[in-house]
C-alpha cells in the first residue's frame, strides 16, 4: 500500500545509451540532436506541454583538469552554457560550495533539471542533465562540460524516459519495480 493506493507497477526500463573513454554521446552532438531547436524550447512566458518522454543523461566524468575542477566561476558558466547549447529553459539555479572548492549545482530548466556535483580531490565530477519532451540536446549538454573539464575518461549513458507502455516491460524485466 502507496498513500493509500495499491501499489502501482512501473516499468524504469529505459533504452541505454552508453559511452566510455571520452567518446561522444554520439560523435557529433551538432547531427544527434536534430529534433532539438531553440525555437521549440520553452521561455518562461510560455506554457508549452511536453510529451511525456525524456532524455536523461548520467556521466561520472574522471581525471578532469585540475585548474577546471576547482574553478568556481568556471564551473558555473560551463554550467549555463551546457544548459544553453542544449537548448533548455533556465528557470533558477541553486548551489553550494564545500570548502575550498568542490561545487554542487542544480539548474532548474522548464523542461526539468541540471546538476554538477564535484570532487576536486579526486579530479571528478557527477553530471545529469533531464530533459522532458524532445527538444532538448543532452549530447550537446556533455560536450560543453567536456571541453571545460577534460575528462582523461568518462563514462555516460542517457536513459530515454517514458518509454513504458501499458504497466507492461517492452525490455528487461528486472527493471520493473514494483511500488
Do not use: W
Not at 31 to 36: I, K, L, R, S, V
Not at 46 to 58: A, D, E, P, V, Y
Not at 60 to 89: F, Q, W
Amino acid at each position: 500500500m502507496l498513500y493509500g493506493l495499491q501499489a502501482v507497477l512501473i516499468c524504469l526500463a529505459a533504452v541505454v545509451v552508453s559511452a566510455t573513454d571520452n567518446a561522444m554521446l554520439p560523435q557529433d552532438p551538432a547531427t544527434a540532436c536534430e529534433n532539438a531547436d531553440a525555437d521549440d524550447c520553452d521561455d518562461p512566458g510560455n506554457q508549452k506541454i511536453h510529451k511525456f518522454t525524456g532524455r536523461h543523461l548520467l556521466a561520472s566524468y574522471l581525471g578532469c583538469d585540475k585548474r577546471a575542477i576547482r574553478d568556481l566561476e568556471g564551473l558555473r558558466a560551463a554550467m549555463m552554457k551546457a544548459v544553453e547549447a542544449s537548448h533548455a529553459t533556465v528557470l533558477k539555479h541553486a548551489e553550494h560550495v564545500f570548502s575550498p572548492d568542490g561545487l554542487t549545482m542544480v539548474i532548474l530548466l522548464s523542461e526539468s533539471h541540471a546538476s554538477i556535483h564535484t570532487y576536486p580531490e579526486e579530479r571528478a565530477c557527477f553530471v545529469d542533465l533531464f530533459t522532458c519532451g524532445d527538444s532538448c540536446c543532452a549530447e550537446a549538454f556533455d560536450a560543453v562540460l567536456r571541453e571545460f573539464l577534460q575528462p582523461s575518461r568518462v563514462e555516460a549513458r542517457i536513459v530515454l524516459r517514458g518509454q513504458e507502455t501499458a504497466g507492461k516491460c517492452p525490455h528487461d524485466p528486472q527493471a520493473c519495480y514494483h511500488l
